[in-house]
């Protein structure tokens, strides 16, 4: 019987600064450590980030505590894909998140991007995500709509945080934006932790005032995986594993106050976001073993 099974990732890039209000921040031996002690299945390396690890420091600390990886590969003209194929390459990362700097108009030249993108990264022995992110060839909502018809296999690595604030999505439900979200999450292969409102891209959790965008984006994120298991073949032998990478980035994601210090413990609520991905993943992987009307594997 097939297995399908969540993986829990942490970002690299969401350690920094951490901890909370601490002395001094931990090393990268100590955010890899915490991420492994945790009970994360892997961690994702984000080459954009302000600390992003040498492939050849982190990597190491990858095996020693047998965690898996990912990496986000920002591609524009000044940073081709190959570098960060490389990269990938030298810490045994499985997946290639491509964020693509690029903003053709017209959604059919942005989807011979994305397919050379893809055949890049598989060619070189890794899967292939695009990813939704602000200020990339996904930036706007309605043209991602548009290219996913034109790429109706394309796997997405969906960071729904950026259309709300981006695009301004409006807080009570909205038809257009309801059926373009929906066919996004038709395409979601991958997942990504944060929440968002239309004014802020990264809010606190557990902030009374955040509740209906944390049910909202819980909604989503449930949704996606309930996509994700209709998605699959019924094929007894193929095991299918849905990556959650919990990504509440440092500043200035992470909303400061008049002393510049964080609102909220990010390592607190990174724990919060796992636990959140785990619960919603066994209740969709539950109904859809009552809707095949067997045991769920």
């Known amino acids: 019987m097939s297995r399908r099974t969540l993986s829990v990732f942490q970002s690299l ?3 920094e600064g951490l901890p909370w209000r601490g002395a001094r921040a931990w090393s990268l ?3 890899v450590t915490r991420i492994a002690e945790a009970g994360f299945s892997g961690v994702g390396l984000d080459l954009h980030a302000r600390e992003a690890p040498l492939a050849a420091d982190v990597a190491p600390l990858l095996r020693t505590f047998r965690l898996r990886s990912l990496v986000t590969a920002f591609v524009n ?7 960060s194929l490389e990269y990938a390459q030298t810490v045994g990362a499985e997946l290639v998140v491509v964020c693509g700097q690029f903003f053709p108009d017209d959604p059919a030249e942005a989807a011979g991007l994305v397919r050379a993108w893809r055949e890049e990264t598989e060619a070189a022995g ?6 939704t992110h602000r200020y990339t060839l996904t930036d706007d909502l309605a043209f991602t709509d548009r290219l ?3 790429l109706p296999d394309v796997p997405l690595s969906l960071d729904l945080s950026h259309y709300v604030v981006g695009n301004e999505l409006p807080d009570l439900p909205d038809d257009r934006v309801t059926d373009m979200i929906g066919r996004l999450l038709a395409h979601g292969s991958s997942l990504q932790g944060r929440v968002a409102t239309r004014e802020q891209v990264q809010v606190p959790l557990e902030f009374a005032q955040h509740r209906a965008q944390v049910d909202r984006f819980r ?5 996606a995986m309930r996509c994700w298991h209709r998605s699959l073949p019924d094929d007894a032998d193929a095991d299918a594993d849905l990556v959650f990478l919990c990504e509440l980035g440092t500043t200035p994601y992470a909303i400061t106050g008049a002393d510049g210090t964080e609102l909220s413990d990010r390592w607190r609520e990174s724990l919060l976001l796992k636990t959140w991905a785990e619960e919603l993943f066994a209740t969709a992987q539950q109904e859809q073993g009552q809707g095949q009307g067997q045991e769920t594997p």
């Open 148 to 150: 996913v018809r034109e």
């Open 219 to 223: 909604g989503w994120w449930g949704d």
């Open 126 to 131: 890794f899967a292939f995500h695009l990813e």
């Open 29 to 31: 031996d100590e955010r």
């Open 77 to 83: 003209e000044r940073t081709p894909l190959a570098t």
């Open 13 to 15: 890039w969401a350690m």
